[in-house]
């Protein structure tokens, strides 16, 4: 492995950034992966959010970012293509990570591409797949790394399944049931801004993490896909599909139904509702996979309703991303969302 930091330029400041990516790349700053960090967002807002976070600074004392616009901007001045000039203003071959709504996936990575850069998109990729193709092209073309963050990959349990598959324990996958509900405080967040009909669906959004699942664990691919939506309003009078049930079929003619919304209810100790069941054929038996990505052994009960939508009781995941004490100042990063990060990374860096 190369000890060359790479310059990292983050387009979009939302929540995947907060709660995942910024804090992942702080701690890879301390590891000497990374070396500067700029962030990108249309105003300043969420990047004032981002720099006032008081749970940052306790965790990575001394570390900040570069805020495209400025800190200091008025908030209703927009700047739609300024991550454009962020973009060029990079050295080459280092890492744009993509984290905009899907609808603007494709746009920003073939800026990246057009300008030499490794990057990193968080799901999915892109909506169609000759945009996929083209991405593909660009990128082998130029030597780039381009990596989509499925961080559910990263999850123990899915890592188990994937070795037991392979090594013929569960026989053919024939039937599979999933189910993804993000809570219904979604609703009164930026998404009513962008997660429109003529942009996505819950099933693009977060559906798709299921759907990887199923190829990552088998190897299989899927083969051809319906969706059937329900549109609901959003405060702000948008309107968007608020739920959505999608079937796959595998080319082994196995099938999943994925079921997802923006629906989980606030006062629910969640703090969504996902899992999985997965059904095979083996030889004059059956096997199965089942897991609870909801529950995992592990609820509070706080004194002040400090959970996620203000409620007292509440499922805590230990698996996913966690900040806790370590050997160093501050807090470490823990969990599969900041190995997805740094296994990303740290393949670009070599």
């Known amino acids: 492995m190369t000890d060359q930091k790479l310059d990292v330029a983050i387009v979009g400041g939302g929540m995947i950034v907060n709660d995942q990516i910024l804090p992942s790349l702080y701690h890879l700053q301390r590891l000497g ?12 807002t969420p990047l004032k959010a981002l720099a006032e976070n008081a749970e940052f600074a306790t965790a990575f004392p001394g570390h900040g970012f570069t805020p495209h616009p400025a800190l200091d901007e008025p908030a209703d001045v927009y700047h739609a293509e300024l991550y454009k000039e962020v973009i060029a203003g990079l050295a080459p071959r280092q890492i744009v990570i993509v984290a905009v709504p899907e609808n603007m996936h494709y746009p920003v990575t073939m800026t990246a591409l057009a300008h030499d850069q490794n990057v990193l998109c968080v799901k999915p990729l892109v909506m169609t797949h000759n945009e996929a193709a083209e991405i593909e092209f660009a990128a082998f073309d130029k030597g780039l790394f381009v990596g ?14 994937r070795k037991s598959y392979q090594a013929g324990q569960f026989g053919d996958f024939v039937m599979g049931d999933a189910k993804l509900l993000e809570p219904y405080l979604y609703r009164d967040s930026n998404f009513q801004n962008w997660f429109t009909c003529d942009h996505t669906d819950p099933f693009v959004y977060i ?5 990887d699942q199923v190829h990552f664990i088998t190897g299989l691919l899927p083969q051809s896909v319906s969706v059937v939506g329900v549109k609901g309003s959003f405060p702000n009078g948008n309107v968007g599909f608020m739920w959505a049930n999608g079937r796959v079929v ?10 997802t919304g923006l629906g989980y209810p606030n006062e629910g100790a969640g703090s969504n509702d996902q899992g999985m069941i997965m059904y095979f054929e083996g030889d004059s038996c059956t ?3 089942e897991h609870d990505d909801q529950f995992r052994g ?16 509440n499922y805590i995941n230990p ?12 807090l470490q990063p823990v969990g599969y ?3 997805s990060i740094a296994a990303n990374l740290q393949t670009i860096q070599r």
């Open 207 to 211: 559906g798709c993490h299921y759907v």
């Open 337 to 339: 969302g900041y190995e």
């Open 298 to 313: 592990m609820a509070h009960t706080f004194t002040k309703g400090a959970g996620p939508g203000g409620s007292a009781y």
């Open 250 to 259: 595998f080319e082994n003619g196995g099938v999943l139904s994925v079921v």
């Open 319 to 330: 698996d996913y991303f966690k900040l806790i004490p370590w050997i160093g100042d501050g």
């Open 148 to 161: 989509v963050e499925y961080h559910k990959r990263f999850d123990r349990r899915v890592l188990l399944a």
């Open 33 to 44: 992966v990374v070396g500067q960090i700029s962030i990108c967002a249309r105003h300043c």
């Open 287 to 289: 096997g199965m996979i």
